[in-house]
C-alpha cells in the first residue's frame, strides 16, 4: 500500500492543533504496519528554524493560479529514526509569514495558498512517480485534491487509479470563499453549483473534498454520527449523510514517543503507573516555580490546557471559577490561547483569585507537558470536540479528564461511577448538557474521588495504563484504505 498523506500542518514542523499531531503521528504509524508512506505539507518560514534535516530534491514546478502560474519549490526531509519522507512544498510568498492562517483573521489570501497547496501535492505526487493507492487529505486546506485528481489529473498514471481519503478533523472549519476564488481553482464553473462545491454562494473547500473523495472519514465514530444531523454537520449534514456509506469514525492515537511521562524531557522527574506520585509531586515543584511560587498547593490542581475558542467551553470554566475558586476547592492553572475577550475574561479571574486561579497565555508546548503532569484533573468541557487529544494526553499523565459527552469524548472517557470504578473501567468524570451545573457537578465529583486515597490511586493507574496509542488506529486506517483501494471510485456527476 502507497499513501500520500496531504496535510497543512504536522509535529515537528508546525502546529496549531490536533491536526499537526495527527499528521505527525500517522506517516510513522502507517510505516509500522508495512506502508509505503510520505507527507507532504507546506514549508512554513518556522519549518526551518527547528533544526531538522530539510535538503533541496532538485523538484521544482510552476503551479496554475487562475491566470498566473506561481513557482512550488519542493524539498524534502528524513528525520533519524522515521521510515516517513516528509516533502514540503517551498514558495516563500505564500508560506514565510508569522503564522499559519493568519492571526485574529485570516490571511486575506489563504484561498490562494491553500488551491496552490492542493494542486501541488497531486503535482508532486505525479512527478515523484510509481503509483500512488491512497491520496490522504486533512481538512479544507486539501478539499481541493480529490477534484483535482478526479477532474485534471485522471489520466496521469500515477494517480490514475488512486483512490482519495478525506479526513475531517473539524466540522467549523470549512474553508468558506467568495465565489470569483473558483477562477483560481483552475476548475471549470460547471462544477460551482450547490451539490458539488458551491455552499451559499460561496466556494467551498471542505466540502468540494467531501464531495469528490472515494472515502471520508473523521476522527471519532461519535463524531461521525453527529455530523450527519445538525448541528454537529454545520451546514453539511446533507451531503454527509448521503456519503454514509463510505463514512467512517477512527479515534486519534497519541504519538507515545512525544508524550510519555516516563521519558519526558519537559519534566524534571519521569514517572510510570507504579511510582506516579512521586512523579507527579515533582512536576507539581516545577510548575510552582514556573507560575513564581515558592511551593506546590496542597489543594487538587485542575488544568485546562488548549485554544480559548468557543468549542472548547471556556464560558463554562469561567463560570465554575467563579464559584469553586472563591470556595478555595481547588487550584486551577490554565494555559491557553486564542479569543481576545476569553483571554481578558480569563485574566480577570486570575486577578481575583491570586493563588487560586493561575493563568498563563501563549503557546507552550513543554509546558503543556509539565501542567497535565503536574495536574489531578483536566477539564474538557467542550461544546463539541471532533476527537479530542487533551483527555487522551491527560489520561497517559495521570491527570483524570473531566469532559462533555460529546463526540471523540465519548468514545475515549469512561464515566466513574460505583460500578466503572469497582470493574477498574473509569477513565474520568462525564457530563451530558452543555451548562455550567453539569461541569460543576463533574467537577465536583472528581474533587471528592480525589479526597478518597486508594480509590483515586486505582483510577489513575487505570488511565495511566490506557493503550490510546497510533497501534490501534493505524490499523484503522490500514483496514479503511484497503477498502477504499477495493473499491469502485466515486464517479463525478
Ligand atoms: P484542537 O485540535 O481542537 O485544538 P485537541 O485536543 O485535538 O484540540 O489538540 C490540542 C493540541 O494542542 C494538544 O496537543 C494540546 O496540548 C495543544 N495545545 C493547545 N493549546 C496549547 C497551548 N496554549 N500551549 C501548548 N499546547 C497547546
Redesign the pocket.
Known amino acids: 500500500m502507497r499513501v500520500l498523506e496531504i496535510a497543512s500542518e504536522a509535529v515537528p514542523f508546525a502546529k496549531t ?3 499537526a ?1 495527527v499528521a505527525g503521528a500517522l506517516p510513522d504509524a502507517l510505516a509500522g504496519l508495512g506502508c509505503d508512506v510520505s507527507l507532504v505539507m507546506p514549508a512554513y518560514g518556522e519549518v526551518f528554524s527547528k533544526g531538522l534535516p530539510i535538503e533541496p530534491t532538485g523538484i521544482e514546478f510552476e503551479v496554475p493560479i487562475g491566470a498566473r502560474a506561481e513557482l512550488a519549490r519542493i524539498l524534502r526531509c528524513r528525520r533519524p529514526g522515521s521510515r516517513a519522507d516528509v516533502y514540503l512544498v517551498a514558495n516563500d510568498s505564500f508560506y514565510d509569514r508569522p503564522t499559519l492562517y493568519g492571526g485574529s483573521r485570516d490571511y486575506p489570501d489563504n484561498a490562494e495558498r491553500y488551491i496552490f497547496f492542493s494542486r501541488a501535492a497531486v503535482e508532486l505526487a505525479c512527478r515523484l512517480g510509481g503509483r500512488w493507492d491512497i491520496l490522504h487529505c486533512h481538512d479544507w486546506q486539501t478539499g481541493l485534491v480529490p477534484a483535482y485528481q478526479k477532474l485534471l489529473y485522471g489520466s496521469h498514471p500515477a494517480v490514475a487509479s488512486s483512490r482519495t481519503v478525506m479526513t475531517i478533523h ?1 466540522m467549523a472549519y470549512q474553508g468558506l470563499f467568495w465565489h470569483w476564488d473558483m477562477l483560481l481553482t483552475g476548475l471549470d464553473w460547471r462544477y460551482f453549483n450547490w451539490r458539488q462545491m458551491e455552499f451559499y454562494s460561496q466556494l467551498n473547500l471542505l466540502k468540494t473534498g467531501i464531495v469528490f473523495a472515494d472515502s471520508v472519514s473523521t476522527v471519532s465514530p461519535t463524531y461521525a454520527r453527529e455530523i450527519q444531523s445538525a448541528p454537529g454537520g454545520c451546514g453539511l449534514e446533507g451531503l454527509l449523510s448521503s456519503r454514509s456509506n463510505v463514512l467512517t469514525g477512527i479515534v486519534n492515537g497519541i504519538d507515545t514517543a512525544i508524550w510519555d511521562p516516563a521519558a519526558d524531557p519537559h519534566l524534571p522527574r519521569p514517572y510510570g503507573s507504579d511510582d506516579f506520585d512521586a512523579g507527579k509531586y515533582a512536576a507539581r515543584v516545577a510548575l510552582a516555580a514556573r507560575l513564581g511560587r515558592a511551593a506546590p498547593d496542597s489543594r487538587p490542581l485542575v488544568a485546562f ?3 480559548l475558542v468557543e ?1 472548547k467551553g471556556i464560558e463554562l470554566v469561567l463560570e465554575v471559577l467563579g464559584h469553586m475558586a472563591g470556595e478555595g476547592r481547588a487550584h486551577f492553572v490554565i ?3 486564542g479569543g481576545q475577550e476569553y483571554e481578558r475574561l480569563l485574566q480577570r479571574a486570575a486577578a481575583t483569585f491570586p493563588g487560586t486561579v493561575d493563568l498563563v497565555l ?4 513543554g ?2 507537558h509539565l501542567v497535565q503532569a503536574a495536574a489531578d484533573i483536566t477539564l474538557v468541557p467542550s461544546r463539541f470536540e471532533p ?4 483527555q487522551l ?1 491527560a489520561q497517559r499523565y495521570g491527570s483524570i479528564p473531566v469532559v462533555r459527552a460529546t463526540g471523540g469524548l465519548v468514545d475515549t472517557v469512561v464515566d466513574a461511577t460505583p460500578e466503572t470504578l469497582r470493574e477498574g473501567t473509569a477513565t474520568g468524570f462525564v457530563f451530558e448538557g452543555f451548562d455550567a451545573a453539569g461541569l460543576d457537578s463533574a467537577l465536583s465529583r472528581g474533587i471528592e474521588a480525589h479526597a478518597d486515597k486508594p480509590v483515586w490511586n486505582s483510577l489513575v493507574r487505570n488511565v495511566m495504563r490506557q493503550d490510546w496509542s497510533w497501534r490501534t488506529s493505524g490499523r484503522e486506517y490500514m483496514r479503511l484504505f484497503a477498502r477504499a483501494a477495493a473499491s469502485p471510485a466515486t464517479p463525478v456527476e
Open positions: 492543533g490536533g491536526l499531531d473539524n490546557v488548549g485554544r468549542q494555559l491557553g490561547t501563549g503557546f507552550d508546548e509546558l503543556a476527537c479530542g487529544l487533551t494526553y
